[in-house]
C-alpha cells in the first residue's frame, strides 16, 4: 500500500466512508458484504444499503463460534431484523467446517488471511450468486482504534476525568498504567532515546526478534536480520518525525498494511482502505478517536467507527466485541506437522523443531506458505 498524505474531508468522516462505498459499488448489480455482526462490517452493510437503491444486497456470514462458544448466526440475524433489514437483506450462512474450498493461487505470495480457505468459499458462493464485488470491514481496527500511550492526549482534549476512564479501558493491555506514565515522561527525552523506549515497552518480544527455531538454516537466521533491520528501521523513522508513542502506536497498528488479493472469482475491497478514506482517516487527532461518554469501552475505543453509522442503528448495535481466538487455533491445527510438506522437502522447514512449534500465527503462515508451495509446483515451478 503506498504512502498518503492525511488531509481532512470537508464534510467529515461518514461523508468520506459514504464516498468510498460509492466508488467500491458503482458498477455493482448485485453487492456482497462480508458480515461477521461486528461494528466493522456492520458500518460497511449499512453504507452499502444506503447507497445501493433497488440493486440487491447479500450479507455473507460465517458459523464461527466465538470464545464464549457462541454462533455469530443468530447475532447477525438479530441485528438484521433489529435494523429493519431481514427484508432488505439476503442472508448467506457460510459452515466453516463444510464449505472449504483453495483459495486463489497469487504469484505475489502466500495468502496470510485468517481463514483463506473459508475466505474462498465464500467468494465462490458469491460468485454462484451473482456478486461484483464483496465488501468487507477490513483494517478497521488497525485504522481507527485508539492506541495506547494516548492519556495525555485524552486529557489535554477531554479532561482529566476522561483520561482516567481512558487509562481504566486500556490498562489492561499491554504495558498498562505503567506503560502510559513512561509515554508521559518520554516526552522529556531526546527523540532516538524514547523512540528506542517505546519499542521496548510496546513491542519487547521484537526488540531484537528471533526467527522461530522451525525456519531452517540459513533461512532462520536470514529471517533474524531481516527482523532486526527492520526494527532499527521502524525506530529510526519514529525518531526522525520525534513521533509521541501514541502517533507511534497508531501508526505501526497499520502500517506497513498488507494488501491481500481475492480469495477467489470475485472481487473483493473495504471501504476502510481506500485512498480516500485512509488520507481522512488519518487527519482525525489522536484524542477524536475515544469517546469517554459512550457506555462501554468498546464502544468508547471505537467512537469513530460509531461516528459512521446513522444515529437510529445505535441502539442495535452490539455494546462487546466478540473474540475468535479459538476459532484461530482452530485453523491452526489443521496443519499436520507430521503429514509430508514441501516446506519440509525442500529445506525451509526443520520437522524436528516444526514438532515443538505451538504457535498459531506461525503455524498459519506456515499453512499459507505450504499451500502456496503446492499452487506453485501445480503450474510447473521448481521447489527446492
Not at 536470514?222 to 519514529?238: F, K, M, Q
Not at 501514541?246 to 472481487?267: Q, S
Request: hydrophobic share 45%; net charge neutral; aromatic share 8%.
Amino acid at each position: 500500500m503506498r504512502p498518503l498524505t492525511p488531509a481532512p474531508h470537508p464534510a467529515g468522516l461518514r461523508a468520506a466512508f459514504a464516498e468510498s462505498v460509492r466508488s467500491l459499488t458503482a458498477e455493482a448489480e448485485t453487492i456482497g458484504v462480508a458480515f461477521s455482526g461486528g461494528l466493522d462490517s456492520l458500518a460497511t452493510l449499512l453504507h452499502v444499503c444506503e447507497t445501493a437503491g433497488p440493486r440487491r444486497v447479500i450479507a455473507f456470514t460465517g458459523d464461527h463460534r466465538d470464545d464464549q462458544g457462541q454462533s455469530c448466526v443468530p447475532v447477525v440475524e438479530r441485528l438484521l431484523r433489529d435494523l429493519g433489514l431481514a427484508d432488505r437483506v439476503q442472508l448467506v450462512v457460510i459452515d466453516p467446517q463444510r464449505h472449504r474450498m483453495e483459495p486463489t493461487w497469487s504469484p505475489t505470495g502466500p495468502r496470510l488471511d485468517a481463514l483463506p480457505e473459508v475466505n474462498a468459499a465464500l467468494s465462490d458462493m458469491a460468485d454462484y450468486l451473482g456478486v461484483s464485488v464483496l465488501l468487507s470491514g477490513v483494517g478497521s481496527d488497525e485504522l481507527l482504534g485508539i492506541p495506547r500511550y494516548a492519556t495525555a492526549q485524552i486529557a489535554q482534549h477531554h479532561g482529566p476525568r476522561a483520561a482516567w476512564r481512558y487509562l481504566s479501558d486500556v490498562g489492561r493491555s499491554g504495558a498498562g498504567a505503567t506503560g502510559e506514565a513512561a509515554a508521559i515522561l518520554a516526552r522529556l527525552m531526546p527523540a532516538h532515546a524514547s523512540a528506542r523506549a517505546y519499542w521496548a515497552t510496546n513491542w519487547p518480544e521484537w526488540t531484537t526478534p528471533t526467527a522461530s527455531p522451525a525456519l531452517a538454516e540459513p533461512y532462520r537466521q536470514h529471517a533474524t536480520d531481516w527482523g532486526r533491520t527492520w526494527v532499527e528501521r521502524r525506530i529510526s523513522a519514529h525518531t526522525a518525525k520525534r513521533r509521541t508513542w501514541a502517533h507511534a502506536d497508531a501508526l505501526d497498528a497499520f502500517w506497513p498494511h498488507e494488501v491481500i488479493g481475492p480469495a477467489g472469482p470475485v472481487k473483493e475491497a473495504s471501504p476502510f482502505l481506500t485512498e480516500g478514506f485512509l488520507s481522512a482517516a488519518f487527519a482525525v487527532p489522536i484524542a477524536a478517536r475515544y469517546q469517554p461518554a459512550a457506555p462501554t469501552a468498546y464502544w468508547r475505543c471505537k467512537s469513530l467507527v460509531l461516528s459512521l453509522m446513522p444515529r437510529h442503528a445505535v441502539p442495535a448495535l452490539p455494546r462487546h466485541k466478540a473474540y475468535f481466538t479459538a476459532a484461530l487455533k482452530s485453523e491452526a491445527s489443521t496443519l499436520d506437522a507430521s503429514a509430508p510438506l514441501l516446506a519440509v522437502e525442500c529445506g525451509l522447514i526443520s520437522r524436528a523443531e516444526l514438532a515443538r512449534e505451538k504457535d498459531t500465527a506461525f503455524l498459519m503462515a506456515l499453512s499459507a506458505v505450504e499451500q502456496w508451495l503446492i499452487g506453485a509446483e501445480r503450474i510447473g515451478a521448481r521447489i527446492g
